[in-house]
């Protein structure tokens, strides 16, 4: 199978809240996990289902422990791409993939930003040791 990513992906375990569009179930928010993310899209996981060509809007913090900087706030609008059923500890969750649409901050500043942050863990790994 061919990759067909537009942009780099970085593992940083980040909190995330996803509003959907329409509501969904009358919820305003749920808060997911996130387990990749890059300039262009985002994977994490739910206990709620979503549906392929789901729309929602997904909002993250980026701390200044990640990018040694300041906090960069992205606040997007989305849509899902693919959805698998993924282990999660001793359950079972819902892996979502999902393309950023719309977005607050420019990709450029989003793709630096996480770079930054990749390296910086990388860094901080490499010092560990």
């Given at each position: 199978m061919r990759d067909r990513r537009a942009a780099d992906r970085?593992?940083?375990?980040?909190?995330?809240?996803?509003?959907?569009a329409p509501l969904y179930k009358g919820t305003q928010f749920f808060r997911v996990k996130v387990c990749d993310i890059s300039a262009s899209g985002v994977y994490f996981t739910s206990d709620e289902p979503f549906s392929i060509g789901a729309k929602f809007g997904f909002s993250f913090t980026l701390p200044t422990e990640i990018t040694q900087?300041?906090?960069?706030?992205?606040?997007?609008?989305?849509?899902?791409?693919?959805?698998?059923?993924?282990?999660?500890?001793?359950?079972?969750?819902?892996?979502?993939?999902?393309?950023?649409?719309?977005?607050?901050?420019?990709?450029v500043a989003v793709g630096f930003a996480l770079h930054k942050a990749d390296l910086n863990r990388d860094l901080k790994t490499k010092s560990d040791s």
């Open positions: 970085y593992r940083l375990p980040l909190e995330a809240v996803l509003t959907p900087g300041s906090e960069v706030e992205i606040d997007t609008k989305a849509r899902v791409v693919r959805v698998d059923e993924v282990q999660r500890g001793t359950g079972k969750a819902i892996g979502i993939a999902a393309i950023f649409e719309e977005s607050r901050v420019s990709p």
